[in-house]
Structure formats: C-alpha cells, structure tokens
Antibody, heavy 121, light 107 residues
Framework: QVQVVESGGGVVQPGRSLRLSCVAS????????VHWVRQAPGKGLEWVAVITYDGSNTYYADSVKGRFTFSRDNSKNTVYLQMNSLRAEDTAFYYC??????????????WGQGTLVTVSS | DIHMTQSPSSLSASVGDRVTITCQASQAISKYLNWYQHKPGKAPKLLIYDASNLEKGVPSRFSGSGSGTDFTFNISSLEPEDLATYYCQQYDNLPLTFGGGTKVEIK
C-alpha cells in the first residue's frame, strides 16, 4: 500500500537551516507530483510547495519563496525540502503529500504523519 | 491568490445530526475543490475531490456539491468518530489554498 514518511524535523535557531526528507513507497513515484503542507500550532493547513513528477518545475508559497528549495531523487523515491533562513513563523508540523497527478495543480490523496520543525533560540 | 472562506469556524452537533459546512472561493474555480478531515495527531485525510467525488473507502455519509465559487460539504448523520477539523482546498490556481477550517464537536 502507499506509504509516505517524513523525517528531518527538529529544533533549530532562527536564521539557521534544516533539510526535510520524505520517502514514498507503494506506487510509481516518478509519475506523481509531491507537495509539502504545514500546520503551525493552533492554525490551519497551509500549502508550502510542490514539485512536479520529474522535478522540472517547483512552485512555492510567497511565505517561503527564496528561502526554501524543493528537490527530488526519483531513483530513491525521495523528496527533499531545504529550508534556509528559518524564522519563528516557520514553526509547524510539515506534511509530505502526494499530488494526484504529474502536475502542480493537484489534490492531496496520500499524506505522511508529519515532522515537527521548531524554530526557537 | 484565491481566498477560501469557510463557515462556520466551529460547530457542535449531536450524533445522528446532519452537518453542513460551506466554502466560498474569491473567484470561480470550476469544480476544483476538495475536502479533507484532520484529526488531532493524525495525517489529514482526503474525503471529497473535484467538489462531489467521494474518495475510495470514505463512508457514504460524507458528500459534497457546488461549482464556481460556492461549495457545500455534508455529513448526513454525524458519528462520534467524525470529531475533527474539516478543510476545503482549491487547486484551480497556484498557490493552492485552504479554507480556515471547521472544527466539528460532538454534543
């Protein structure tokens, strides 16, 4: 069955960097876009970024543009979210989720359990 | 950006009640509207995609309707396990955006 597992979360000081990973299995990874969605404490869901099936296109929320970089390695069924210049407002659970198609415009049909990123001094 | 206005932000209902949540988009999004259920400590779960299509394995008491700018999500008969926050989400335009959520509590 489809599985999505995030890792890499933790506590980091403001201005520092962190890299999240997400490994997927149970489907043809290279045929689907992948997204990151986050939830800050006490807040709702916020879309963060998407990478298309072949990694040729990435799109970001304005709140992370220029600081976060999304990449994928289809040979390892893995995506990476490099988060630089972290801010307190980046504190959240980060969910990796499969898009239902190759394209950026997709809904999220399988989700990981999330990894917590805490930005604090 | 397309802004999604979801209401109510919270509701309390009894087991067996019909529950209705609405979602309004700031511009027309055709049918590209989805509904998710999010329980505390769990991954969000897709319930309805493309406004009215029930995701496989989701109980038939959940349903959705609408197109353009106005959408509705229904639980026909509330069950205790439906305690959760529900979100609408549009995928017509980037950035993808969610509604603010509706917290459903059981009386």
């Amino acid at each position: 069955q489809v599985q999505v597992v995030e890792s890499g979360g933790g506590v980091v000081q403001p201005g520092r960097s962190l890299r999240l990973s997400c490994v997927a299995s149970g489907f043809t990874f290279s045929s689907y876009a992948v997204h990151w969605v986050r939830q800050a404490p006490g807040k709702g869901l916020e879309w963060v970024a998407v990478i298309t099936y072949d990694g040729s296109n990435t799109y970001y929320a304005d709140s992370v543009k220029g600081r976060f970089t999304f990449s994928r390695d289809n040979s390892k069924n893995t995506v990476y979210l490099q988060m630089n210049s972290l801010r307190a407002e980046d504190t959240a659970f980060y969910y990796c989720t499969r898009g239902n198609s190759i394209a950026a415009h997709s809904y999220f049909d399988y989700w990981g359990q999330g990894t917590l990123v805490t930005v604090s001094s | 950006d397309i802004h999604m206005t979801q209401s109510p932000s919270s509701l309390s209902a009894s087991v067996g009640d019909r529950v209705t949540i609405t979602c309004q988009a700031s511009q027309a999004i055709s049918k590209y509207l989805n509904w998710y259920q999010h329980k505390p400590g769990k991954a969000p779960k897709l319930l309805i995609y493309d406004a009215s299509n029930l995701e496989k394995g989701v109980p038939s008491r959940f349903s959705g309707s609408g197109s353009g700018t106005d959408f509705t999500f229904n639980i026909s008969s509330l069950e205790p396990e439906d305690l959760a926050t529900y979100y609408c989400q549009q995928y017509d335009n980037l950035p993808l955006t969610f509604g603010g959520g509706t917290k459903v509590e059981i009386k």
